[in-house]
């Protein structure tokens, strides 16, 4: 087999035919497969049986029926399941112009990398594909935050976050890969050192169906960037950041109202609780939940120490406020900072804890905090 063809799909069915088609005419001449790993809900998986039944090349479906890990967990199930240690990954929307895939080939054929991406942002590449000129100022604005983050590893990619590329599987560190979202040759290259070569691209139009582009995939992006760069504790440290700054809208809007700073702190501190628990057991501690108490449960410690840290930490503001005739906005924000690292140690070792008990416990405690606080992230 000299190539494995891996795409990932969500509700593609108008799609399927047509990839397949293209797909197969551009790649004539070589020994091929297509793989189809899909989650969606709509009639896709029955669309690629019959397409598959009628196609000169091999089709294959994976169909998830639990999945995990968003487009990156597909990518990455797709590299598992080739008969090519050879792998292009590509869109099912024909965004990503199968004619181009020979040339992808060709470039890898001469021998001097492991990896040849297809870039909208070299040569005579294009984005005009992209819905509108916002789209257009969010991808070039990303991709410029997510090199300036990775200067070293990127320094050869203009088009870090595209979805279409070809890579040697025996280059990658399967087993360390963590998926998560649309971004998984970010995540690839991030990782671990490899050669690249870029061929430009023309980034066209969807053939038919809807973008699944989203504020929250935009979510997404920024925890896997911040798990990459810096580890778990940098998602972490959005989620509370992002809890600060709603606290601190409540505190000026409630004393805005005349409601006494500390019952403001009070209330702002309750909502935020809840609010940020609910956000780190989606993007910060997701990977432990199975192991720890349930949800109820861990619910009942963040909430039970957020609020014992509330009634330590409110008296501190207030004499910040009484005696050092500091704002009570400025002194809120000065505690929420200290409060983020006893949170973090407080949530890495007691409320996402394993169940199962370790002989050593010190020795156990350390090394889960020292863990938390670095992984997935490149350092």
Not at 176 to 197: D, H, M, N, Q, Y
Not at 292 to 306: E, I, L, M, T
Request: proline fraction near 4%; aromatic fraction near 8%.
């Amino acid at each position: 087999m000299d190539l494995s063809i891996i795409v990932p799909t969500f509700n593609e069915a108008p799609n399927i035919a047509e990839l397949v088609r293209r797909v197969t005419a551009a790649t004539a001449g070589l020994v091929r497969e297509i793989i189809f790993v899909d989650d969606s809900r709509d009639d896709t998986p029955d669309v690629v049986r019959a397409v598959a039944a009628q196609s000169t090349l091999p089709v294959r479906l994976i169909h998830r029926d639990q999945p995990t890990g968003g487009l990156g967990g597909a990518v990455v199930e797709g590299y598992a399941a080739a008969a090519s240690d050879l792998c292009l990954v590509m869109d099912g929307d024909l965004q990503h112009p199968p004619e181009k895939i020979p040339e992808l080939y060709a470039r890898f054929q001469e021998g001097d990398v492991d990896a040849v991406v297809a870039s909208r942002y070299v040569g005579g590449g294009t984005a005009s594909g992209l819905a509108d000129r916002t789209r257009v100022f969010v991808s070039k604005a990303s991709t410029l935050v997510t090199r300036s983050m990775f200067p070293v590893r990127l320094k050869d990619v203009t088009d870090p976050m595209t979805g279409f590329y070809l890579v040697d599987r025996r280059a990658l560190d399967l087993d360390g890969l963590t998926p998560r979202g649309f971004k998984i040759l970010l995540e690839i290259l991030a990782r671990r050192s490899l050669r690249v070569a870029e061929v430009p691209f023309d980034f066209a139009d969807r053939h038919a169906g809807e973008s699944k582009a989203s504020f929250r995939q935009g979510i997404h992006f920024i925890t896997q960037l911040a798990a990459l760069r810096f580890g778990k504790m940098s998602i972490f440290a959005v989620v509370g950041g992002l809890g600060a700054v709603a606290n601190l809208l409540i505190v000026w809007g409630l004393t805005t109202l005349n409601v006494d700073y500390l019952v403001a702190a009070v209330v702002a501190a309750e909502v935020t609780i809840i609010g940020n628990f609910l956000l780190i057991e989606r993007f910060v501690f997701h990977d432990m939940r199975d192991q720890a108490s349930g949800v109820w449960s861990r619910f009942a410690k963040s909430f039970a120490f957020n609020n014992a840290e509330a009634l330590i930490r409110i008296p501190i503001m207030a004499l910040m406020v009484e005696n050092l005739h500091i704002s009570s906005v400025l002194a809120t924000g000065i505690t929420l900072v200290v409060a983020f690292f006893v949170r973090f140690v407080f949530h890495s070792l007691v409320v996402y804890a394993p169940r199962k008990e370790s002989p050593s416990r010190i020795r156990a405690l350390i090394d889960e905090i020292d863990e938390q606080a670095k992984t997935p992230g490149e350092l």
